[in-house]
């Protein structure tokens, strides 16, 4: 029976199709009425395969990115280009989308838990903790698991593991797609920075213009790149590499001025 069954990491698929139907019910206002998320791209969803589909993306915020995807992804696969009108696409929602997560992000607090719940790939960061830099061996669970999740159906990744713009693109993640040879989706976000604070659960600004651009297959040769070819891919494919700076280098700090200023000229009011 559908109420007993389970995914690949033994979560309910009844709990977690509540979970999605409720949290995306209570966020969808964050992207269609307190500020407006424009898509491009998204008719490349429906062409995809149902397994073995890993997106790369920036990353902004903790869980706003995440939860926004989730919107996308089933909206396109139920008809809808570009836009997450009618929220109906939720009735029946992918059940085998995971993303992935570091695991003191989301045991800080019950929502986290619940989002983890809700389809979290949680793993052990070898380059930060609490905080701190560290330097700790990568978990070879956590590699397997990702894989598990690739094996039965879509994975989220964002290949910096940081919300910080321009940081370095994280090695494993080439690690990943040359072992397992996904179809790679890169997608690049804007907007969520200025509109939700840093871990994307209060709403920090109204008006904010969200955009979120899915781009075609990442072009890769399996059989002749490199680690480092990969990297590099990724870094122009999510538009994190240093050429895509105004100014380079320029400090974090200066970045996010220009990125303030930048705000103001975007900043838009739409009645709901």
Do not use: C
């Not at 206002?29 to 920036?58: K, Q």
């Not at 008006?207 to 122009?236: A, C, F, H, W």
């Amino acid at each position: 029976m559908t109420l007993f069954k389970k995914d690949i990491f033994g979560k309910s698929l009844f709990l977690k199709k509540t979970l999605i139907r409720t949290l995306g019910l209570v966020s969808h206002r964050r992207y269609r009425g307190f500020n407006e998320l424009h898509i491009e791209g998204s008719e490349i969803i429906r062409d995809l395969p149902p397994t073995n589909v890993l997106f790369i993306s920036n990353h902004q915020t903790y869980f706003a990115d995440v939860a926004a995807m989730f919107h996308v992804f089933n909206a396109s696969l139920n008809g809808r280009v570009d836009n997450i009108k009618d929220i109906g696409y939720l009735y029946n929602p992918k059940l085998n989308i995971y993303f992935v997560a570091a695991k003191e992000t989301m045991r800080a607090g019950l929502l986290p838990k619940i989002m983890e719940y809700a389809g979290s790939i949680s793993i052990e960061r070898t380059w930060r903790e609490k905080g701190k830099d560290v330097n700790k061996q990568v978990k070879m669970s956590d590699i397997s698991n990702i894989t598990r999740a690739l094996n039965d159906g879509w994975v989220i990744t964002f290949p910096q593991g940081t919300t910080t713009p321009f940081k370095p693109i994280r090695r494993g993640t080439a690690h990943i797609i040359l072992k397992n040879k996904p179809i790679v989706i890169p997608i690049v976000i804007d907007g969520f920075r200025r509109s939700f604070d840093k871990k994307g659960l209060l709403i920090k600004k109204r008006g904010i213009l969200q955009s979120m651009v899915i781009k075609p297959p990442l072009e890769i040769d399996y059989e002749n790149d490199t680690v480092d070819d990969v990297v590099t891919k990724i870094e122009y494919a999510i538009e994190q590499h240093p050429s895509f700076l105004k100014v380079v280098p320029v400090p974090v700090e200066d970045y996010q001025k220009s990125e303030d200023e930048l705000n103001k000229k975007r900043e838009f009011w739409t009645n709901y």
